[in-house]
Each structure stands twice: as C-alpha cells, then as structure tokens.
C-alpha cells in the first residue's frame, strides 16, 4: 500500500513538473511568434542604411538582420508575403556584401566601408569570419538560396588558408588581409574558445551542404576534440583562452583566464546542435556537457534565475552583471540537456531562468527588445556600445527556435 502511495506521488510530481515545463516551452514559443519574430522582421524590413544611425557601422548587427530575415522567410506560408520578404533580403543581402565585403579577398570588415579606414582592414577578426561563414550557411539552409552558400564557402577557403594552425590545429584569433606572416607567439598565437566553437558549427553548416567536401569534414572532425580542452574536468567551467599549442598559460588582461558564463552554455548547444547530423555525440561529449551544466548552475546563475556574466575558473561568479545573451543562451542550454538527459536539476535550472528572463529582461512596454544590460536585481544598467540592440534579436530568436523544436 505504502509503495504504491510513494509510486502515486511520483507520478503526480512528475506530471506536474512536465506541465510546468511545457508551459515554459509554449510562454516562449509564443513569445517568439508574438513579439520578438514580428519586431525583428520589421527591422530587417526597414531601411537601416542611413548614415546617422551609429549601428549601420557594424558588420555583425547587419548579418544578424539578414539571419532574422532568413528566419522571416521560413516561417511564412502564405506565398505573397514571402515574396516580398525574399525581394528585401536579397537588397540586404546585396547591401551587406557591398558595404562590408573586400572586393579584392572576400574578407568580411568589422567596420562599413563608408567609415572604414586602411588601418582598420588590415588585420581581419576570425571572430568576424567565423560568424559569417555559420550564418550564411544557415541562412541559405532556411532560404534555399544558393548565393549565401557561395559567400560562406568562398569565406571558408580564404579563411582556412590564411587562420588555420597547420601545425597545432585549430584557428588563430586574426590574420593579415595581405596574406603577409604574423608574429603568433603573440595576441594573434592564442587560440581563443569562441573562434574554434563557432568554426565548429560553421562547419558543420557547410558539411551539411556540401557532404562530400572531404576538407570540410576533416576540418569538422579536427576541431571538435579541440573544444574539451578549454573545459576544467574539476568545475566544468571553460577557459576564454590557450596557448598556440593548447596549454594553460597566463595572459592579460585577466579576463582570458576567467570564464563567461554564457560561452559555456553556448558550448553545450552549439556541440548538440553541430553533431545533430554527424551520428550524434561522441563518447564523453555528453560528460562533458553536464559537468558544464552543473558548473553553471552552482556558480553561474542566481537563486532566482539570473544569469552572471563572468567568473574564475573555480568558485563563485565575480562579475555578476546579467547580459541579454546569456540568459537567452543558457535557458536554451538547459533546456536542450534536460531533453537529452531527463535530468530534473537542468528543468529546474531551465524555469528559474525562464521565470527571470521573463520578469526581468523583457520591458512591459515592448517586450521583443529585450534590456541589455541588468544588475542582478533586474534594474536596468547604462552600456555603451550601440550595436547591441541590433544584437539583442539575433540570440533571443535563435534561442528560441532551440526551445520551440526540442521535445521535452
């Protein structure tokens, strides 16, 4: 009698903690159709090339607008208005090309050409490259428009000329848009985490789209064993930064040392995400993500949901202010490894989070822009770089997609 009682209640707690999660799914689901897909729509619909607006400076800002007007596209059903919508990307598309892309290499600039200057072109960001060869690929995945593929795979091969390590592996942070040899025992030698997680799924991107590249899938299966190295098997935190040849070293500014809360909630879904169409994950990637998961939810993220910005490698957060990305980025996370695992610590994690992102980030007055930048009380902090906005749609609906097509 007792055990069946004990069985009953386990079953109720567990229907109850089910209907709370899919409630979560389905608030932001409709979040998403609501609010934040029709407001950054309307924005890559808009004209956002005049020469006042700070942000049209940006590089990254104006991809992640062609990415939101990709996502446009894939959702609409009715014919006529994705007629439309394909006729504005592609003067997007041509604007982005025209105003940030090198005629001469292909590189992709930080800065538009109206303000660029010849120092500026000089040394390329892989951070840049790495970004437009993943977007565009995604973005001719939703489309089926082919010239975004060229541009990625055209990014791809000057790129993995110019910034891959042929004797450590792996990308370099920058390289010289002339070609020319660089010093990597300095700055341009460490190999930054970012870099190798975001050519990990650009790569993946163009393995999917071109499946018998056989380059494409040597460079996929080289940096993805790269990825473990900055993770910490005793917190589960990963490093900002390695040497050239993957060791620990110090490097200042001290942040490259420390981790980014949002960074590693990035890694368990950009490895789920880029071994979706490779025989899924490997033996102690999925290890390897719940000790992540664990080292977020027990340094990273407040009682109630926030999620901080940055902290040692061992120990409590130590900048605990709270970014929009991170918490769009680690509800996602959590949610996508309880789905893998069952796991009821990554549920909870995922509702504290949810619950905080809803009450905290998102304005009453126009809940698609999310705030930027928040205190871990949820007051609104000044910040000062104005591309940010423009930034704010891309993570919220990328997160988002994820939490929408997961099954609990």
């Known amino acids: 009698m007792r055990s069946r009682l004990l069985s009953t ?33 309307a924005q890559s619909t808009a004209n956002t090339s005049r020469a006042d607006d700070p942000r049209t400076r ?5 991809l992640r607008l062609l990415y939101v007007a990709s996502v446009g596209i894939a959702r609409e059903t009715d014919s006529v208005a994705q007629r439309a919508l394909r006729k504005n990307f592609a003067q997007r598309l041509a604007s982005l090309v025209e105003q940030f892309q090198d005629t001469a290499t292909g590189d992709w600039n ?4 109206s303000v660029r200057s010849p120092q500026d072109a000089a040394i390329l960001s892989m951070q840049d490259q790495a970004w437009a060869v993943y977007l565009l690929a995604d973005i ?9 593929l060229q541009l990625a795979r055209q990014t791809f091969a000057r790129i993995d000329r110019l910034a891959h390590d042929e004797q450590h592996a792996g990308y370099y942070l920058t390289y010289s848009a002339s070609g020319a040899s660089m010093d990597r025992q300095e700055h341009g030698g460490r190999k930054y985490a970012a870099v190798q997680l975001h ?29 473990p190295r900055f993770v910490s098997a ?22 490259d040392n420390q981790t980014l809360y949002g960074q590693n909630a990035e890694i368990i879904t950009y490895l789920l ?22 080292g977020l939810l027990r340094d990273g993220i407040s009682p109630d949901g926030a999620v901080y910005f940055r902290g040692p490698m061992k120990g409590a957060a130590t900048d605990r202010r709270i970014w929009w990305w991170p918490q769009a980025e680690t509800a996602a996370a959590l949610w996508r490894l309880h789905a893998l695992t069952g796991n009821a610590d990554y549920l909870d994690g995922f509702h504290r989070v949810s619950a905080w992102t809803f009450a905290h980030t998102l304005p009453p007055q126009n809940s698609a822009l999310w705030r930027t930048l928040t205190d871990a009380d949820g007051r609104e902090l000044p910040h000062g770089t104005a591309s940010h906005e423009l930034q704010t749609g891309f993570h919220a609906i990328r997160s988002l997609l994820l939490i929408e097509k997961t099954s609990p």
């Open 58 to 62: 940006y590089f990254m800002p104006q």
């Open 110 to 113: 930080a800065l538009a050409r």
């Open 9 to 41: 209640l386990l079953f109720l707690m567990t229907s109850v903690a089910a209907s709370a999660a899919d409630a979560w799914q389905q608030r932001w689901s409709e979040h998403l159709s609501r609010d934040v897909l029709p407001y950054w729509q």
């Open 140 to 148: 001719h995945a939703r489309t089926g428009d082919p010239a975004p």
């Open 199 to 227: 050519m990990l799924l650009a790569l993946a991107r163009l393995r999917s789209a071109a499946p018998a590249d056989e380059l494409l899938v040597r460079r996929f299966d080289e940096v993805r064993p790269l990825i």
């Open 273 to 294: 995400d880029a071994t979706t169409s490779s025989g899924g994950l490997l033996d102690g990637e999925k290890t390897m993500l719940e000790s992540i998961a664990r």
């Open 234 to 255: 005793e917190s589960g935190h990963a490093r900002w930064a390695l040497t050239r040849d993957w060791k620990e070293a110090d490097f200042s500014p001290p942040a």
